[in-house]
Each structure stands twice: as C-alpha cells, then as structure tokens.
C-alpha cells in the first residue's frame, strides 16, 4: 500500500509539470483520477476472479467469491483505467488522442515503484533461483526477482516515452509505445513467475501472456491498417497532382 500511494504522489507530482502543456485543469485532473481509479479497482477485480478460473474451475461461487473477497490483477486495472480515460475524456469533452498521450506515462511510472511494494510483500514472485532473493513466504528458499526486474522495464519504458515525447513536436503513440513494449516485456517474465494466482491455462501460458498477445496484435493491426490509409491518401494525392 505504502509503494502504491507513493506511485500515485509521483505520478501526480510528474502530472503537475505537464498540464500546462496539454491543457489540462488541476480539477480535470482529479476527475480523470476518480474515473481512472473507479473503474481500475472494478475491472482488476473481474481479471483476479477470471485468472482463478483454471485453478477453481468454472463455478459460480467461487467466481463470486474471488470478484468480492480476491485480489486485484493489473492488466485488469490498466484495461479499467483505460476505459475510465475514455469516458471521462468523453464527458469532458477533450481530445481522446491528447488524453491517452497525456496520461500514458504515468502507468510505467506508477507500476515501477508499485512492483516495488510486491516484492517487499512477497507477491507475485518468482521461481526458485539458487542467486535469488529470500522470501518470508518460503523459508529457505530463494526466487528469482520478477518484481524488481519488471519495475526496472517499467522505469525504461517510461523513460523512452518521455524522451520520444520530447524529440517530436507531435507525442502521438506514445500508448502504442507502450502497449507494445510492456506486452513483450511481461510475456517474457510471466515464465519466470513461481505463483499460480496469476492463473494458468491449458496451453501453459498465463491470462497475462495471453492478454499480452492479444495487446500486442492490436496495435500491429491498427499500425497495418493506418499504413493502408496512408498510402491510399498518398495515391489519392498523387493523382491529384497528375
């Protein structure tokens, strides 16, 4: 809890520098916060229940009983936060673009130092690794240190965001950016996870992986679609020249 609220005063304080830049109200800020923070702890629960599901099988009352009493996922808080951006920035009346591009850094940001806090808990560890670090949980017993080394990708995503936002004049995709770079990243170190609360599927892989293909996949179909419209543009500007 401590490693959270200290990611949100980051994220808030990294916030303030830039609202001038995107137009962006101290009060619109603190309604995107209770739209982003609503909807993140409601959907981060539905992906906990969802991710049981192949160690509790499908039943109603155990789905019931984890929606209620379990955890929180984040995949599922990013997919909730998202979708609180978009009707926020709907009711506000703001450019969804500027507002994905605005807050998209602060998810990388938030996530380094949470991830923090899930070692320090001893959640969300890794697999036994003779070099690994001790965990209360485990007496004994060393694992690898997933948290750490995913805060570390985090805190590089977010700094190649920043500086690809400061080198364009336009900050388009940086979501793209990070969907993508995240996606890749926690695939990868889903393999070096040791609990099975993150719910493992048939296939051997985890409702994270799986939702880092699928996140993954869409941004490469929206980038081929968006090729494909430019390049019908550009031959719809050629002839116009001819």
């Given amino acids: ?17 830039r609202m001038d830049k995107y137009g962006i ?4 800020m603190i309604i995107y916060y209770i739209f982003f923070f609503s909807f993140l702890f409601a ?3 539905l992906f906990f229940a969802i991710g049981k599901i192949p160690e509790e099988g499908l039943s109603f009352e155990s789905f019931k009983e984890n929606l209620i009493h379990g955890g929180i996922v984040f995949y599922g808080g990013l997919v909730g936060a998202m979708l609180g951006l ?26 380094c130092i949470a991830r923090v806090g899930c070692m320090l ?3 969300c560890y890794g697999k036994k690794w003779s070099w690994g670090i001790p965990n209360d949980d ?3 017993v060393k694992l690898f240190p997933v948290q750490l080394i995913e805060s570390v990708c985090n805190l590089i995503i977010f700094i190649a965001i920043i500086v690809y936002t400061k080198k364009r004049s336009s900050n388009k995709y940086c979501l793209e950016i990070y969907l993508v770079s995240y996606g890749v990243c926690r695939f990868i170190l889903e393999f070096f996870r040791g609990d099975k ?6 296939d051997g892989l985890s409702t994270s992986q799986h939702i880092s293909i699928l996140m993954v996949l869409a941004v490469v179909i929206e980038a081929v679609i968006l090729c494909g ?7 719809e500007d050629d002839k116009n020249v001819i």
């Avoid at 109200?25 to 619109?28: D, I």
């Avoid at 920035?89 to 450019?95: E, F, G, H, N, V």
């Fill in 1 to 17: 809890m401590l490693c959270a609220l200290l990611g949100f005063a980051a994220i808030t304080f990294f916030n303030v520098f």
């Fill in 25 to 28: 109200s101290f009060f619109q």
């Fill in 43 to 45: 959907v981060s629960k």
């Fill in 86 to 111: 978009v009707i926020c920035t709907k009711i506000l009346r703001r450019d969804l673009r500027s507002s994905f591009d605005f807050f998209t850094p602060d998810v990388p940001l938030f996530h």
């Fill in 121 to 123: 808990s001893g959640c």
């Fill in 138 to 140: 485990f007496p004994g």
């Fill in 197 to 202: 609360i993150r719910g493992v599927w048939g």
């Fill in 229 to 235: 419209r430019n390049k019908k543009q550009n031959g």
